[in-house]
Nanobody
Framework: QVQVVESGGGLVQPGGSLTLSCAAS????????MGWYRQAPGKERELVAD???????NYADSVKGRFTISRDNARNMMYLQMNSLKPEDTAVYYC?????????????WGQGTQVTVSS
């Protein structure tokens, strides 16, 4: 069994900061690319940032310069440092991971963590 679990969401004022964490656990042979996605009410899920196992990073234009994605390959963890948060960053944030387990490669989603930016 493989699980992907997010943590770290919450309520923050505009201009504030939050750090999200994503933990992949279970019978993992290898974690390939990992990414953060978000879905606001009434909108489609969108990519926020992703990071390859080798470290190549991609950001959505809307978060460039404000968000920083990172990962710890030894611990199968991924992080999203979010600074200068705006009300439009309010969404459910999901972790996504491409994982090889028992010879099978699958794409896993976490259950999501709510981020609310409001005064």
């Amino acid at each position: 069994q493989v699980q992907v679990v997010e943590s770290g969401g919450g309520l923050v004022q505009p201009g504030g900061s939050l750090t999200l964490s994503c933990a992949a656990s279970g019978s993992i042979y290898r974690v390939n690319a990992m990414g953060w996605y978000r879905q606001a009410p009434g909108k489609e899920r969108e990519l926020v940032a992703d990071i390859a196992s080798g470290g190549r990073i991609n950001y959505a234009d809307s978060v460039k310069g404000r968000f920083t994605i990172s990962r710890d390959n030894a611990r199968n963890m991924m992080y999203l440092q979010m600074n200068s948060l705006k009300p439009e960053d309010t969404a459910v944030y999901y972790c996504n991971a491409d994982i090889v387990s028992w010879g099978t490669r699958m794409n896993y989603w976490g259950q999501g963590t709510q981020v609310t930016v409001s005064s």
